[in-house]
């Protein structure tokens, strides 16, 4: 692997970090950080053992891929020296809505530019990632971004034109099946559970549900259908589901949650 620097030592480095190193795809002598004012960079150093650089020019300098990982709202007020020292090195952000063109505002001189979207189950290595890049990307630098993804999860590559789609669902869809799993919780409780056992019955459906998805590799309405015997009680409850048009609120979450995107990325 590439000599890696992390700019942003916050939650997101820390999960490709710690994925990178529990997979031995490189070793902490491959990798440094630095982070804003605060402490981040010294605690992720200190719990990896990865390098904590003394300022940009010293984390820049040996690096051959570069990861943006601060917050959206900090690239305005990015260091204008990144331009040249990012110059001939492959760019990776994770920065929430902000495109490829913007990317390149900041770092004119990179060898290439690759938008990431990841999501929070990244933190445990269950992400799902999607990316686009500004230009194709050489061999040995897919295989540097593919190792630095699936170092927390899965990743597809997309075009940029369906990221906003991409973060409707993947990016926020955690937090939709969050609030999907509060609800069957509050119904539980309204059925007679106490919300103790109603919280453990909604989370640990709704893991194994997604277990059984991935591990069957079966298409849902296939997997419902096993389970909804004709006039039975999960059929009984699905006919709510639809009476209430489910999808369509499902949809219009999607898409609103789209449109925020797009607005977003506009301003940014
Ligand atoms: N967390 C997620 O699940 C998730 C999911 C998708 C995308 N993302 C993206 O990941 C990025 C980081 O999010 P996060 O959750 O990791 O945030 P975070 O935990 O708050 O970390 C932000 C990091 O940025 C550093 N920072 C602040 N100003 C800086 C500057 N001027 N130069 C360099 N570093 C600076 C902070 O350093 P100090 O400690 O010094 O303040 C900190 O290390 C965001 O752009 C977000 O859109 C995150």
């Given amino acids: 692997m590439p000599k890696i620097a992390f700019l942003g030592a916050g939650r997101m480095a820390s999960a490709i970090v710690d994925g990178l190193l529990a997979k031995n795809a490189c070793s902490p002598a491959d990798l440094a950080c630095l982070s804003g004012a605060g402490t981040s960079a010294q605690t992720l150093a200190a719990r990896t053992g990865i390098r904590l650089a003394s300022g940009l020019d010293d984390l820049l300098a040996g690096a051959d891929v570069v990861v ?17 020292l990012t110059a001939g090195k492959l760019v990776l952000s994770v920065l929430a809505a902000k495109t490829l063109a913007r990317l390149e505002k900041t770092f004119p001189r990179a060898r290439n530019l690759v938008r990431t979207m990841p999501n929070t ?3 445990i290595g269950a992400g799902m990632t999607g990316w686009c890049t500004l230009k ?7 295989a540097a971004v593919l190792a630095l993804l699936r ?10 034109t369906q990221i906003d789609a991409l973060m409707a669902v ?9 609030e999907f799993t509060a609800a069957l919780r509050e119904a539980g409780i309204t059925a007679g559970l106490d919300r103790a056992t109603a919280q453990m019955l909604a989370v640990e459906t709704v893991l194994g549900a997604g277990r059984l998805m991935a591990r069957t590799q079966t298409e849902p309405e ?16 699905l006919k709510r589901m639809e009476a209430r048009d489910f999808r369509g609120l499902i949809q219009e979450t999607v898409l609103a949650a789209k449109a925020r995107s797009e607005e977003l990325s506009r301003d940014s």
């Fill in 121 to 123: 189950p990244s933190a």
């Fill in 222 to 237: 296939d997997l419902r259908n096993q389970v909804t015997s004709p006039n039975g009680t999960t059929f009984a409850g």
């Fill in 151 to 160: 170092a927390i999860g899965r990743e597809v590559e997309i075009p940029e």
């Fill in 136 to 142: 194709s990307l050489s061999a040995e630098d897919r």
């Fill in 68 to 84: 943006i990982a601060f917050k959206p709202q900090h690239l305005a007020s990015a260091d204008p020296r990144l331009a040249e």
């Fill in 170 to 178: 993947s990016g926020c869809g955690p937090a939709f099946v969050f």
